[in-house]
């Protein structure tokens, strides 16, 4: 669903599909026009999609857990495009710092203090006698003379 239709959405109703409510929706959108400005600045060929757009994608995918291909599909675009397009925005959110966003960075370090052991379970091979002929066929050799 497009940004046209859900903006007219109750504010319950918004956040049901979003994940987050219009205010703070509006915020999103003030960090990302000011990150699109400087953006534009450096040239390069406009997004075929509204900042709107953007975000209620970028939204989707964190909210719904959609593949880039079904996102991609969802507003005509190639799944390397919604790709970039959902890295941006995220990113560019990470980095406004207002916004509780995951960051791609290591999970962080536990307080526990763990204890490993190491268990060499490793094959070896296993000293055997060598099987005979005599062995095999239950045969006695001769006495020697």
Same mark, same amino acid.
């Given at each position: 669903?497009?940004?046209?239709? @859900? ?13 987050? *409510?219009?205010?703070?929706?509006? /915020?999103?959108?003030?960090?990302? #026009? ?6 534009? %600045? *450096? ?10 757009? #953007? %975000? ?13 291909? +079904? @996102?991609? !599909? +969802? ?17 560019? %959110? @990470? /980095? ?12 962080? !370090? ?7 052991? %190491?268990?060499? &379970? ?5 000293? *055997?006698?060598? /099987? ?8 006695? /050799? &001769?006495? +020697?003379?």
């Amino acid at each position: 669903m497009k940004w046209e239709p @859900i903006k007219e959405l109750s504010n319950g109703a918004f956040r049901i599909w979003t994940g987050v *409510q219009k205010a703070t929706f509006e /915020k999103m959108i003030t960090v990302l #026009r000011e990150a699109q400005r400087q953006k534009t %600045l *450096q040239g390069g060929r406009p997004c075929k999609l509204s900042l709107e757009d #953007r %975000l209620l994608m970028s939204l989707e995918y964190l909210r719904q857990y959609r593949t880039y291909f +079904h @996102i991609g !599909k +969802h507003y005509g675009l190639s799944e390397s495009t919604a790709y970039k397009t959902l890295r941006w925005v995220e990113d560019t %959110l @990470i /980095k406004s710092g207002a916004f509780s966003l995951p960051g791609r960075k290591a999970p962080p !370090k536990s307080q526990m203090n763990y204890e490993v052991v %190491l268990v060499d &379970a490793t094959e070896t091979p296993i000293e *055997q006698p060598q /099987k005979t002929e005599a062995f095999l066929f239950r045969k006695e /050799k &001769a006495p +020697h003379a």
